[in-house]
């Protein structure tokens, strides 16, 4: 039987019958995106809606982000966790004239062996709704490691006014979200000059 659940950021669901006592395994992503922004624990045959307020991730008002997990995402038991760093921790790391909007990574971890989990059955569907984000908005893969890499990985995402949308396979890299800085400011000015005196 197919089951669904949607939680927000910060609140664990906890199915009946299922524990899982283990401390999550740090893993090389996780380092690199240190901060848990929702855990939820998982069926084989059950998906999931997680939405992240804004204030979690960018500090930017309206917006949010959502993870959706298909039914078949996972044939195993799992805790599937949500992860985040600080826009500024990668600021650094893109092109000049970059700014990053959003930044995000999952920890999974199959609850009967405690072995983190790679990869995906059926990828999981990222979605994040910001003022800042744009036509001109990129998304990109991050490589954990001692001098992490930034990967151009936006062939696939879709976007939609100020909606990007982006499918994610894998637990082994994060991602991030850059707007130019120009849009950024026209768009900040904008706001400036709308006569709501802000």
Same mark, same amino acid.
């Given at each position: 039987?197919?089951?669904?659940?949607?939680?927000?950021?910060?609140?664990?669901?906890?199915?009946?019958?299922?524990?899982?006592?283990?401390?999550?395994?740090?893993?090389?992503?996780?380092?690199?995106?240190?901060?848990?922004?929702?855990?939820?624990?998982?069926?084989?045959?059950?998906?999931?809606?997680?939405?992240?307020?804004?204030?979690?991730?960018?500090?930017?008002?309206?917006?949010?982000?959502?993870?959706?997990?298909?039914?078949?995402a996972f044939q195993d038991p799992v805790r599937f966790q949500v992860m985040a760093a600080s826009n500024s921790r990668w600021d650094g790391m893109v092109k000049s004239g970059l700014k990053v909007v959003a930044n995000f990574a999952y920890r999974v971890v199959d609850t009967?062996?405690?072995?983190?989990?790679?990869?995906?059955?059926?990828?999981?569907?990222?979605?994040?709704?910001?003022?800042?984000?744009?036509?001109? *908005?990129?998304?990109?893969?991050?490589?954990?490691?001692?001098?992490?890499?930034?990967?151009?990985?936006?062939?696939?995402?879709?976007?939609?006014?100020?909606?990007?949308?982006?499918?994610?396979?894998?637990?082994?890299?994060?991602?991030?979200?850059?707007?130019?800085?120009?849009?950024?400011?026209?768009?900040?000015?904008?706001?400036?000059? *709308?006569?709501?005196?802000?």
């Amino acid at each position: 039987m197919r089951m669904r659940t949607k939680i927000l950021a910060g609140v664990a669901l906890l199915l009946a019958g299922a524990t899982f006592a283990q401390q999550m395994p740090s893993t090389p992503v996780s380092q690199e995106f240190p901060h848990v922004l929702a855990t939820v624990d998982l069926q084989p045959g059950q998906s999931a809606s997680i939405t992240v307020p804004d204030a979690y991730f960018t500090g930017a008002a309206p917006g949010e982000m959502t993870i959706y997990i298909p039914t078949n995402a996972f044939q195993d038991p799992v805790r599937f966790q949500v992860m985040a760093a600080s826009n500024s921790r990668w600021d650094g790391m893109v092109k000049s004239g970059l700014k990053v909007v959003a930044n995000f990574a999952y920890r999974v971890v199959d609850t009967r062996t405690g072995e983190p989990v790679a990869a995906f059955r059926a990828p999981v569907q990222y979605t994040v709704s910001d003022g800042m984000i744009d036509g001109h *908005s990129v998304y990109w893969a991050v490589e954990p490691g001692a001098s992490p890499k930034i990967i151009d990985a936006n062939a696939h995402s879709s976007i939609h006014g100020n909606v990007l949308s982006h499918p994610t396979p894998t637990a082994v890299v994060g991602w991030i979200v850059t707007t130019p800085k120009a849009d950024l400011a026209s768009a900040m000015k904008g706001r400036g000059s *709308s006569g709501n005196g802000m």
